[in-house]
């Protein structure tokens, strides 16, 4: 299915970088279930990465480039 292999939130590693995205667009409305506000971002392009840990950040910000 579409959530196979999602650990139970013990099992799951927290406070960092799990994946990238490429943000394509910024809309006022969609069908998605996962929209929600005023604005969405509109994604492409998911990459899994190994968990890197990270402090929280508001906004946009630049990290060191993680391999696969």
Same mark, same amino acid.
């Given at each position: 299915?579409?959530?196979?292999?999602?650990?139970?939130?013990?099992?799951?590693?927290?406070?960092?970088?799990?994946?990238?995205?490429?943000?394509?667009?910024?809309?006022?409305?969609?069908?998605? #279930?996962?929209?929600?506000?005023?604005?969405?971002?509109?994604?492409?392009?998911?990459?899994?990465?190994? !968990?890197?840990?990270?402090?929280?950040?508001?906004? !946009?910000?630049?990290? #060191?480039?993680?391999?696969?």
């Amino acid at each position: 299915g579409r959530y196979r292999n999602i650990p139970s939130i013990k099992g799951m590693d927290r406070g960092g970088i799990v994946g990238s995205v490429e943000i394509v667009d910024c809309v006022k409305e969609s069908d998605s #279930p996962w929209f929600m506000g005023e604005y969405g971002f509109v994604l492409r392009n998911p990459k899994p990465l190994p !968990f890197t840990p990270w402090k929280g950040q508001l906004g !946009f910000f630049n990290v #060191p480039e993680i391999k696969p």
